[in-house]
Every structure is written in structure tokens, then in C-alpha cells.
């Protein structure tokens, strides 16, 4: 009998007795409490099946061998029962003292399920050293303790720093609770996206090990290509004949739409949310965008200078990127990639560097469309027409309509927000073009250089190079030196003697105003 997709499932437990799918990594949660190490911490984006997780290793530690018919660790350990602490941060965060009651009430509620009277207080510090120290009294034994979501609070206020503040400062005290009470934890696994170093989780916890980029665990969430297979086949199937595609396209499309996620460039996973959605809705859209992205984090992306490497093109980084984060000063290529907006593609060893490169159809399509609509200060019915018309000129060769088209589209961004340099309209062309689902290469390489963007349409092509004028009175000669050097560099070479009209495409910007010029043979 085929199981049912968990979607939206984090409760092992339930998803076990509701007969769902369930792709085991019970192999990894061996590994990790059978090892020398006993704190760690992981990092994924949100939805990545952090949360399941955790409650898969909350069963394990509980002793419930009766979840894991079938699975690697059934006979692999002697199911001893330890007590189990799991704090949810990821609700109540419009306050200190509401995320500090919310915590209270958590509390409270684990020391009466072990019947134990801990003080009148409604201090959440105090109550967790009280609660792991008697749970340990009580029992004899060690705690398990389970952080989902450590810094939720904190990335829920990005556009609020003063509170955003005030939380890191309580978070700092709150997980210091833990570095006291180290002696009586058996196992601690904190979640989250982001890596804050300065909330003092891992200063204060300065023996958790950090498994993000682990070669080990790299697999820990998300699925395989081989796990994809296995686990949906009869999904696939059920796919391949809705769409009357045969097996082999239907599973190159799932991959181009969700796969492409790595910490170490070697191993790649599809998002596990949107392959259940694409199985249960039976269409390709960006499932796991829709549910929400924070409104701070589109803010700080507006305000950024860094959208052209972020977005549109790469970004080569140090091994170490991501353990520098800072409240004070975050870095939006760092952000984007704890977001799950950019991922690692590969790794140059000799440099000990990552390539950072956004990671599949799903996010490049709705992550693009997120920011003009942001950008813009329009609806996305508005963006969506706006592009969709460009998109349709371009087919027709019909380049004046859609630079019409594109200019009110930019047009409507604020001239405050706006960038006073090349990169940045760069970027926001690539964004449109990402959004207008155009097949494009940015920065197209030939021997002798390259141009900022190629547009191939069925029986077209576009050679686009793009210049910034710092005032109206230059874009004539901004355009000029775009077209020449189209020419000089022969950018439109490789496509010649294909049976393609090629359209020469200079185009030009300045705060508020598009011009451009073309040449087509």
C-alpha cells in the first residue's frame, strides 16, 4: 500500500501512526549519539526537516523502539529511556517578555509531567537550571536537551535591531543555562538557519561541534537522489502520467525545480517540502518560497549593495564565511545562504574556498520576483504583467516595447533605494529576466571577452550590454561605448550562421531613466 506524503509532518510520532512516508535517517542519529561528542549544532534552512528531526531523535532517546520497525536503527542500540527537554523558539517573539512567558510556561509544564516543584517563578533561567537539575536528581540520569529554531526570535525583528538586541541579550543569559548544567546533559542539539555568533550560544557552548559542513552529516536533512527514487517511486509514477512524460524527464524536471542544495559541493539534496508538495499538488511551482519569507530579510536585501553577486551571479567564499555573522553587521551573501537563497556548488580545495551559486529553479524564479515586487513597491499581479509583456516583445523582436516595459517596471523603484552603480542595474536585469523565466546566460564568455547578458528565444537572439551614466546628459555616450564594445569583442560571434536574428542590444541607465539602442541583422 502506498503511504501517505507527511506533509507539514515535523512529529515523528505521528507521522509514524499516520503510515507516512518517512526517509531514514535514523543511520545519522546512530552515528551522533554513539560518537565521543555529545553538544552539536546544525544549521538548514527553514522547512529542510530540522524539526522532524528532532523529534525523531526525542523518540530514539525516549526509548520508543516500537516507532522504528524497519528502520537502521532498530537493532542498533538498547533503547534506553533518558528524560528529554525539546524547546520549540520559534513562536512568541513580538516581545522579550512574551518569548520569556512562552518559555516559562514550556518549562512549567515539563516539571509537572516529572511531578517536580520548582520555584515560584516566572524567570525561564531560572526554571531551566532548576528543571535539568532535578530531572537529574530525580532519575539518576542525564538529559537530552532539543533547540528548534535557537534564533527565530532574533530574525523575526531583523527590521526592529533595538528588540532584536534586547532578545540576543536574554538568549545569551538563557543558553549560559546550559554551559552550567553540562554535567547533567547526556546529548544537546541545537537548530537553526543562521549562525549569529554573537547571541553567545556558541561562546558560552564553546564545545558544541558544528555540523553544518560536516562531510559526515551532509545528508542528515533533505533528500538523496537515491532516497527520492526510492521512497516516491509510485509518487514519481503517478507524476510521469499526469504530465504524459516518461519516468526519465519527469525526474530531470523534479531535479531542476528542487534539487541543487550542498554544504560541501560534492553531495547535492532536493528540499524535502516542496518534492511533498509537488507529489500532492501534482504541479512544479515554488512551494517552499510561498510559505513565507521574512519581511527584515527582504529589507535588509533592498537596502544591500550585494544583490548582483547574491542573485545573479557567484560568489566565491572563504570556508569560514558563515562562523563571522554578526547582529551588528550581517552579510547579506551569508544571510542568503543560511536562508537557503544560495547554496554551495563547489569547493576549490587549493583555495579552500566555496562557490556559492543559487541553488535550483524554485528559488531563482520566486527569490527574483520576491525582490522586484519589494524593490518596486507593487503587487506581484503588477510585476507579473509588467514582465510578462517584456517577455512576449522580446519573442516578437519587438525590443522597444519591451525597453517600454522594463523602464516603468524600474521606474516604480525608489529613487532613494536605487543604486548609483553598474552592478546594481545589472542586477535588477538579471532579476527581471530571472522572472520573465527568459533563457539567459549572465556575462556570456567568448575568447576576447564577454557580454553582460545573452537572450535566446526559439528564433532570436539578444546580445545585451548594459552601462550606468551618472546624469541624463551621458547616456549617449554610455550607449555608444555599449554598442561599440559589443562589436570590438565580437559578442555575437558564436551565434551567427545559425538561422537566428540577432538583435545588438545596448542599453543604458541612470536614476529614473532608460534609454537604449539596437542593431539587428
Not at 37 to 54: E, N, T
Not at 183 to 210: A, H, M, Y
Not at 493 to 507: C, F, N, S, T
Request: glycine share 4%; net charge negative; aromatic share 12%.
Amino acid at each position: 500500500m502506498r503511504k501517505d506524503l507527511p506533509v507539514g509532518q515535523h512529529n515523528f510520532d505521528d507521522l509514524v501512526h499516520d503510515n507516512g512516508v518517512y526517509v531514514d535517517k535514523t543511520a545519522y542519529i546512530h552515528q551522533l549519539m554513539t560518537g565521543a561528542k555529545r553538544f552539536f549544532f546544525l544549521s538548514r534552512p527553514r522547512r529542510f526537516g530540522k524539526s522532524l528531526l528532532l523529534s525523531t531523535i526525542q523518540a530514539v532517546f525516549e526509548g520508543r523502539k516500537d516507532l522504528f520497525k524497519g528502520l537502521y536503527i532498530e537493532d542498533k542500540i538498547d533503547w534506553e529511556a533518558y528524560p528529554v527537554i525539546m524547546l520549540d523558539m520559534s513562536k512568541n517573539s513580538e516581545s522579550v517578555k512574551a518569548l520569556e512567558d512562552a518559555l516559562a510556561a514550556t518549562l512549567k509544564t515539563y516539571a509537572a509531567f516529572h511531578h517536580l516543584a520548582l520555584d515560584d517563578s516566572n524567570d525561564p533561567c531560572l526554571l531551566l537550571e532548576q528543571l535539568i537539575g532535578q530531572i537529574f536528581l530525580q532519575t539518576g540520569k542525564h538529559i537530552v536537551v532539543l533547540i528548534d529554531e535557537y534564533e527565530k526570535p532574533i530574525l523575526d525583528n531583523l527590521d526592529n535591531p533595538a528588540l532584536a538586541q534586547e532578545i540576543r541579550k536574554f538568549l545569551h543569559t538563557f543558553y549560559g543555562i546550559l554551559k552550567a548544567s553540562s554535567n547533567s546533559i547526556r546529548f544537546l542539539l541545537v537548530t537553526g538557519i543562521s549562525k549569529i555568533s554573537q547571541t553567545s550560544i556558541f561562546s558560552g557552548l564553546n564545545n558544541l561541534l558544528d555540523l553544518t559542513f560536516d562531510e559526515n552529516y551532509t545528508e542528515i536533512c533533505g533528500y538523496t537522489q537515491k532516497e527520492l527514487e526510492f521512497y516516491f517511486a509510485e509518487y514519481i509514477q503517478v507524476l510521469a502520467e499526469k504530465k504524459k512524460k516518461s519516468r526519465s524527464v519527469i525526474l530531470e524536471e523534479i531535479k531542476h525545480w528542487y534539487n541543487g542544495y550542498s554544504w560541501d559541493g560534492k553531495v547535492f539534496v532536493y528540499n524535502p517540502y516542496s518534492v511533498l508538495l509537488l507529489f500532492n499538488y501534482g504541479y512544479f511551482q515554488p512551494h517552499w518560497f510561498s510559505t513565507g519569507t521574512s519581511t527584515g530579510f527582504l529589507t535588509l536585501l533592498k537596502s544591500s549593495a550585494d544583490i548582483t553577486a547574491a542573485i545573479t551571479g557567484t560568489s566565491l567564499v572563504n570556508r569560514s564565511f558563515s562562523d563571522k555573522q554578526t547582529l551588528e553587521n550581517l552579510d547579506t551573501v551569508t544571510l542568503l545562504f543560511q536562508a537557503g537563497y544560495l547554496t554551495v556548488k563547489s569547493y576549490d580545495e587549493e583555495r579552500d574556498k566555496f562557490l556559492l551559486k543559487v541553488p535550483n529553479e524554485e528559488v531563482r524564479n520566486a527569490l527574483s520576483e520576491s525582490i522586484l515586487v519589494e524593490l518596486s513597491g507593487k503587487t506581484s499581479n503588477y510585476v507579473d504583467n509588467r514582465i510578462e509583456s517584456l517577455k512576449e516583445a522580446l519573442s516578437r523582436g519587438e525590443t522597444a516595447v519591451a525597453m517600454e516595459n522594463l523602464d516603468i517596471l524600474f521606474s516604480t523603484i525608489s529613487y532613494n533605494t536605487q543604486k548609483p552603480t553598474e552592478s546594481y542595474y545589472h542586477a535588477l536585469f538579471q532579476l527581471a529576466m530571472n522572472v520573465a523565466g527568459i533563457d539567459q546566460h549572465a556575462e556570456s564568455y567568448n575568447h576576447i571577452g564577454r557580454a553582460d547578458s545573452i537572450l535566446k528565444f526559439k528564433d532570436r537572439v539578444y546580445v545585451v550590454e548594459i552601462k550606468f551614466a551618472k546624469t541624463k546628459k551621458e547616456l549617449p555616450d554610455a550607449l555608444n561605448k555599449a554598442m561599440v564594445q559589443i562589436k570590438d569583442n565580437q559578442y555575437a560571434k558564436p551565434y551567427q550562421k545559425k538561422g537566428l536574428k540577432i538583435h545588438l542590444l545596448a542599453i543604458a541607465f541612470t536614476k529614473g531613466v532608460l534609454e537604449f539602442q539596437e542593431e539587428v541583422f
